[in-house]
Structure formats: structure tokens, C-alpha cells
Nanobody
Framework: QIQLVESGGGLVRAGDSLTLSCVNS????????LGWIRQAPGKQREFLGG????????IYVDSVKGRFTISRDNAKKAVYLQMTSLKPEDTALYYC????????????????WGQGTQVTVSS
């Protein structure tokens, strides 16, 4: 079973960059897509973007397009979220999530979740 562990969160200043990592410490018999989702206090989960099982396609929501980049390294069973030009409104708990086969934009469609890593952006 897929077991995801995120890392790389922290406290940064507005305008800074930060890269989050997510590693699958488990096993999946089928190819799986990975997504990044965040949740700020008092707000609903927000799907940010995802990558296909082979890394050949990425999707993003408009609010982060151009600032955030998702990449995947299957040899390391890892996915990354590179974030640039961070804003205070990017402050949230960031989750990595996986699902068999195709990448989708709906967070509820992802079956496997990490514990999250906190990103705090100060103004």
C-alpha cells in the first residue's frame, strides 16, 4: 500500500521559495498519480496540482500556476512541490496524496494521504 511522508515545510518570508518533498515508503502494484493539496485554518481543502504516474503530465489550479511546479522521480518514489514567490495566503498544511492511475483535480478522489507538512509565510 502507498504510504506517503511529506517534508520540507517551514517558516519563510513573503517572496521566498520553498520546496516540499513527498516519498512513498510503501508499495503500489498499480501505477499511481500524485497530487498536492493544502488546507488553511478554517478553510476547505484546496487541490493545487498533480502529476501522472509516469510524470509526463502535470496539472495545476490557476491560483498557483506559474508559481508552483510539481515534479516526480519514480526511481526515488518521490514527488516534489517547488513553490516560488510565496505569499502569506499560501500559509497552510500541505498534503501529498495518491490515487491509482490517473491524475484528477478533486482532492476527495485521492485515496492515500500523508500527514502533511506546515508552511507558514510571514509578511
Amino acid at each position: 500500500q502507498i504510504q506517503l511522508v511529506e517534508s520540507g515545510g517551514g517558516l519563510v518570508r513573503a517572496g521566498d521559495s520553498l520546496t516540499l518533498s513527498c516519498v512513498n515508503s510503501g508499495y503500489s502494484p498499480t501505477p499511481y498519480a500524485l497530487g498536492w493539496i493544502r488546507q488553511a485554518p478554517g478553510k476547505q481543502r484546496e487541490f493545487l496540482g498533480g502529476v501522472t504516474w509516469n510524470g509526463d503530465e502535470t496539472i495545476y489550479v490557476d491560483s498557483v500556476k506559474g508559481r508552483f511546479t510539481i515534479s516526480r522521480d519514480n526511481a526515488k518514489k518521490a514527488v516534489y512541490l517547488q513553490m516560488t514567490s510565496l505569499k502569506p495566503e499560501d500559509t497552510a498544511l500541505y498534503y501529498c496524496a495518491g490515487r491509482p492511475w490517473g491524475v484528477v483535480r478533486e482532492a476527495s478522489e485521492y485515496e492515500y494521504w500523508g500527514q502533511g507538512t506546515q508552511v507558514t509565510v510571514s509578511s
